[in-house]
């Protein structure tokens, strides 16, 4: 087989007939976790899974179902401090510097005390074992005080466009933002920040990136990105069209799926999702930027969202573009059709039963979860076919050049044709995906 064939080839895997079921499965049945909050791979072309304990330890270990061994790759539980029982402090956030493999950066947040606060710390690698970090490198990137031991936020994603660092803040806690922070420019609490962890400046171990939206003259805290935020539990970048997701916890009544843009604010506490809050008081909603999706609380058991991530990867075609989320007390798994004209649709997929504390992807960005003492994996009923077959008829054909076109010019295609046909996987049919199915016709 020529080169030009092997690449080419390459395009035809991972189809499906419809026929979806979904369900969860225990991804490592042979190993199990201390209060699991984040599952992570390090983008350096290994195989390798970090698993976040909330108590202050993450673990390490290969992506392969029989697994039986986990290494600890940190452990700072020494210096990692949480309320006894439930809590939404401890180790809370992990993100690995986009160049990883050369520097052996990685960054984590959890909470301390004297005083309650949230710790941003940039570790490194070990030079001897790298499945095991160096504890003595820490080195402290930014310090946010904490009023409240709830509301903490936690989460951390380097930006894949910009290769800044962004983190989320919480409101501050206790309830309601008794404190005003979520409307108030002047902290970090209800934020989510946008730093350059490349530079440094100013006596600081970072430096504000030139294009942040807030910087002076304005009155404002020049790290915020987004502010209005109550507890933004979790946010992801779709990989494809590059749009920030996020998911906020609502205090009584709402939960939101945001999508996240510089310099917005998202209402909080002036409105709780699409609503005034407290219920039933009167505001306007100019200058907010509004959820693209809520649902209430308290209605069959649901309590908390955990956001999740817009699937890309290849297992499970019929979810692929959509935004997989769920709830954190009864284990609800959903499927968020994004649109920008209003018209999402929200699909149920099944209810889990599981604690779900955090979604995570694996190197081929399929969904794993994180939920009581263990790693699960979503799965589906779907059946292997062919991409580029778009007809489903087995053979990749003019047939399928002309439903492309067809689509091109304005058809709306299936959730199967719309991963089937776009084989560059750039999140649109178009020309590119013609001239790859006329290669792959005449390659066959």
């Known amino acids: 087989m020529n080169r030009k064939l092997l690449i080419l080839t390459q395009f035809i895997f991972w189809g499906m007939l419809y026929a979806q079921n979904y369900s969860v499965e225990n991804a490592f049945p042979n190993i199990s976790f201390t209060d699991p909050v984040g599952i992570h791979h390090a ?6 899974l970090f698993v976040l304990e909330q108590p202050g330890t993450i673990k390490v270990f290969n992506n392969d179902p029989s697994t039986t061994t986990v290494e600890t790759f940190l452990n700072i539980t020494s210096i990692v401090d949480q309320d006894p029982g439930y809590t939404e402090e401890g180790l809370l956030g992990l993100a690995f510097h986009p160049n990883f493999s050369e520097n052996g950066y990685f960054y984590v947040n959890y909470t301390d005390y004297s005083p309650k606060r949230n710790v941003i710390a940039r570790y490194t690698v070990s030079v001897s074992n790298p499945n095991q970090a160096d504890y003595s490198s820490s080195l402290i990137i930014l310090e946010v005080n904490q009023p409240y031991t709830n509301h903490n936020g936690g989460q951390m994603g380097f930006g894949p466009d910009d290769g800044y660092l962004y983190i989320s803040f919480g409101d501050g806690g206790s309830a309601g933002d008794p404190q005003g922070n979520g409307q108030n420019l002047q902290t970090l609490l209800g934020t989510i920040v946008r730093i350059d962890v490349d530079n440094v400046t100013n006596g600081q171990n970072y430096s504000i990136p030139a294009d942040n939206p807030f ?8 790290e915020i990105y987004a502010y209005g935020l109550r507890n933004m539990w979790r946010f992801s970048w779709d990989s494809v069209t590059g749009l920030l997701w996020g998911a906020d916890v609502g ?6 799926i945001d999508i996240i843009y510089p310099g917005l604010n998202y209402g909080w506490n002036t409105m709780e999702g699409n609503h005034c809050y407290p219920a039933g008081s009167s505001c306007s ?13 308290y209605v069959d058991g649901v309590c908390s969202v955990t956001g999740g991530f817009v699937y890309r990867g290849s297992n499970m075609p019929s979810l692929y573009g959509k935004y997989i989320y769920g709830d954190w007390c009864t284990g609800d798994i959903w499927a968020l059709n994004y649109s920008g004209d209003g018209n999402s649709v929200n699909e149920s997929l099944l209810q889990s039963g599981i604690n779900i504390t955090s979604f995570g992807l694996d190197q081929n960005n399929e969904i794993l979860i994180c939920a009581n003492e ?23 054909n003019i047939q399928d050049i002309i439903i492309s076109i067809n689509i091109i010019l304005g058809g709306n295609p299936s959730d199967y044709e719309l991963w089937s046909g776009d084989l560059n996987q750039d999140g649109v049919i178009d020309i590119l995906d013609i001239v790859l199915l006329i290669n792959l016709i005449l390659a066959s």
Do not use: C, H
Not at 43 to 48: A, C, I, N, W
Not at 215 to 222: K, S, T, V
Not at 386 to 394: E, P, S
């Open 43 to 48: 983008d350096d072309g290994t195989s390798r």
């Open 215 to 222: 910087l002076a003259p304005l009155a404002a805290r020049d």
């Open 251 to 256: 205090q009584y009544n709402w939960e939101e």
């Open 285 to 297: 909603t100019d200058g907010f930027e509004l959820p693209i999706y809520e649902y209430p609380l």
């Open 374 to 396: 263990n790693i699960y994996k979503l799965i589906s009923d779907e059946e292997v076919g062919m991409m580029g077959d778009l007809n489903q008829d087995g053979l990749v």
